[in-house]
C-alpha cells in the first residue's frame, strides 16, 4: 500500500497536519454549542454569533469603552469586531457613540435592554464553560488554555506580518505609478 503524504511526516508534523481542520471542526462545533444555548436561554437576540458573548461579558465589566480597547482586550480584528457590534447594535443590545476624546473613534455601552440579559448571559457562559471543560482537570485546562494561547500569537503574528507585507507592496504601486505618472508629463 502506498505512503501518504501526511505518514511521511515526522510524528510531530503528522499531529500539527490536521490542526487546521482541528480548529474549523472547533469552530463550527462551538457555533452549534451557541446555537443551542440560546434556543435553551430563551433570550431573544438575532443573529447571536461567536464572539458576541465575549463582547457582551466584556462590557457587563467595562463598560462605555472605546472600540480600540475592545479589540486590543478581546484579541478580536477591528472588522470582525465591527461586524458583531453593527448585529449586537441592531438588536439593541449595545449604542455606540463618538468618543469624546478621539472624533475618528467610538465608544461602546450596553443599553439598558443589554443590562437586562446579562443574568441570562452569565448563566450561558457558565454552562458553556461546564461543557467545554469536562472531563479537562485544572492542569489540562491550564496546559489548554497555554497552546491555544500559542496558535492564536502565532496567527496574530502572522497577520501582522502581512499587514506590514501588503502595506510595503502598496507603497511600492504606488510609487511606481507616481514615476510613471511624472515621466508622461516629461514626455
Known amino acids: 500500500m502506498p505512503v501518504t503524504a501526511k505518514e511521511r511526516l515526522p510524528a510531530v508534523a503528522r499531529r500539527l497536519h ?3 481542520f482541528c480548529l474549523a471542526a472547533l469552530y463550527h462545533g462551538f457555533r452549534c454549542l451557541v446555537d443551542r444555548l440560546h434556543l435553551d436561554s430563551g433570550l431573544h437576540l438575532e443573529s447571536v454569533k461567536p464572539g458576541m458573548g465575549t463582547i457582551f461579558l466584556a462590557l457587563c465589566d467595562e463598560d462605555d469603552c472605546n472600540v480600540k480597547h475592545l479589540v486590543r482586550r478581546l484579541c478580536i480584528p477591528n472588522a470582525t469586531l465591527t461586524g458583531l457590534l453593527d448585529r449586537m447594535e441592531k438588536s439593541g443590545v449595545i449604542e455606540r457613540c463618538p468618543c469624546p476624546d478621539d472624533g475618528r473613534a467610538f465608544r461602546v455601552r450596553l443599553t439598558p435592554f443589554g443590562r437586562s440579559l446579562e443574568p441570562g ?3 450561558r457562559h457558565q454552562h458553556a464553560m461546564e461543557i467545554l471543560q469536562a472531563g479537562l482537570n485544572e492542569s489540562d485546562a491550564s496546559e489548554l488554555d497555554r497552546l491555544l494561547g500559542r496558535v492564536l500569537t502565532n496567527l496574530r503574528t502572522d497577520e ?3 499587514r506590514v507585507e501588503l502595506k510595503q507592496e502598496r507603497a511600492k504601486a504606488r510609487a511606481k505609478k507616481f ?3 511624472r515621466n508622461r508629463r516629461r514626455d
Open 18 to 20: 490536521d490542526l487546521p
Open 121 to 123: 448571559m452569565r448563566r
Open 160 to 162: 501582522e506580518r502581512w
Open 179 to 181: 514615476s510613471r505618472q
